[in-house]
């Protein structure tokens, strides 16, 4: 599944951090990624990791989109997160009428597309394909993708909801509305995108609840696509973590207080057990299989704790790290003032329901039954 240029895109990715990380603090003065970064991401590889061959893609490793994304996040977790998003939502599409893949990325190789999930949308059947209209918000690099990838729900002449489905739409055909102003995140632009009314033609038009997974050609693709962006959802937290234990870990003969020690540790944890799913996840795939509801819960509950460890390892840092005199005191109060707000945002998206997944892990524990875990 791996493609011999994936460890030179991990590399190009790396040459690019530390440049990202003096322009963090710009990046959330000013709310906004500079375009030069996605050009050089581009210019990496790094939006071609889950790309399909078909157009030029390397369909990697899920594993190293995942390491790439940690790393850019430890350099900027708006920079991490915006652009770990963009490069997942080109992710699965060749499970897709062959026709997509011509029309996205046809005659621009470098297009993005931009995501929401939550059916807010409304699809009405039409000869051909369907009216679509509706507003989504928080489309993580709205204003970086030329395409908006969609949930919306199927409607009848009565109203009533008759699917789940996913919509491809391009450019043309929805207007962004600057809405973002997170408290943390500040560069991520996830800002509402709107279709005031769009005809979708019928290969553009995905149902989730009849999916069909021998369409796709690559192990990579027949990943639970839930499990793939719920991972996506938790690497920049980790990377944030690993940023903020890396700023009180620099002092000479410094004694580790047990509390960064603890948060180091579980860091370390998280990240073995998701790189377990994941080879497990893989594993299944590429054998043919389709991986069953404990593997799917277990990989689900080993990443949301992963997020909870990684917002306990700032705290740990924040409250615990500031012991060390040998510090830039001006520059740690900033960057751990960041850190803290950012890793507050990340938090609340779904991916990081740690409520809602322990919940149903505990119930499969007990051997009591448990519906599809979806988000």
């Not at 931009?114 to 204003?143: E, V």
């Not at 990943?223 to 944030?240: D, E, N, R, S």
Request: include cysteine.
């Amino acid at each position: 599944m791996s493609s011999p240029s994936t460890p030179s895109v991990l590399d190009a990715v790396r040459s690019l951090l530390p440049a990202i990380a003096d322009a963090a603090a710009d990046v959330d003065r000013h709310g906004a990624v500079h375009s030069d970064v996605i050009d050089a991401l581009h210019h990496a590889g790094y939006f071609a990791l889950l790309q399909s061959q078909a157009v030029g893609g390397l369909d990697a490793d899920l594993e190293v989109y995942l390491a790439a994304t940690r790393e850019l996040s430890t350099a900027c977790t708006s920079t991490g997160w915006l652009a770990g998003w963009l490069a997942v939502n080109s992710w699965g599409l060749s499970m897709r009428d062959p026709r997509v893949l011509g029309e996205i990325w046809g005659t621009d190789r470098r297009a993005l597309l931009c995501s929401s999930y939550a059916p807010t949308g409304r699809l009405h059947r039409r000869d051909g394909g369907f009216w679509l209209s509706g507003r989504w918000s928080r489309c993580t690099g709205a204003r970086h993708s030329s395409w908006l990838s969609a949930a919306a729900l199927r409607v009848g002449a009565d109203g009533a909801a008759q699917d789940f489905m996913a919509v491809l739409v391009p450019r043309a055909d929805y207007v962004v509305e600057p809405t973002w102003n997170g408290l943390g995140l500040r560069g991520i632009g996830a800002d509402d995108v709107v279709v005031a009314g769009a005809f979708v033609p019928d290969h553009r038009v995905f149902s989730w609840l009849h999916l069909d997974r021998e369409v796709s050609a690559t192990a990579l693709d027949r990943l639970p696509q839930p499990t793939v962006f719920t991972l996506a959802g938790t690497m920049p937290l980790l990377g944030a973590a690993q940023r903020a234990l890396q700023s009180v870990g620099g002092g000479a003969g410094r004694p580790a207080l047990s509390s960064i020690a603890m948060a180091a540790t579980d860091i370390e944890l998280s990240l073995l057990q998701l790189q377990r799913d994941v080879a497990d996840l893989v594993r299944c795939v590429e054998d043919g299989g389709q991986p069953d509801t404990a593997l799917v819960l277990r990989t689900r509950r080993d990443q949301v704790m992963a997020c909870e460890r990684a917002v306990g390892a700032v705290r740990a840092v924040v409250q615990d790290g500031g012991q060390d005199e040998d510090r830039d005191e001006d520059h740690d109060e900033a960057l751990m003032e960041r850190l803290w707000r950012d890793m507050q945002t990340a938090r609340k998206h779904v991916s990081s329901n740690v409520e809602q997944v322990l919940s149903v892990a505990g119930r499969s524990a007990l051997g009591l039954t448990v519906d599809d875990l979806i988000w």
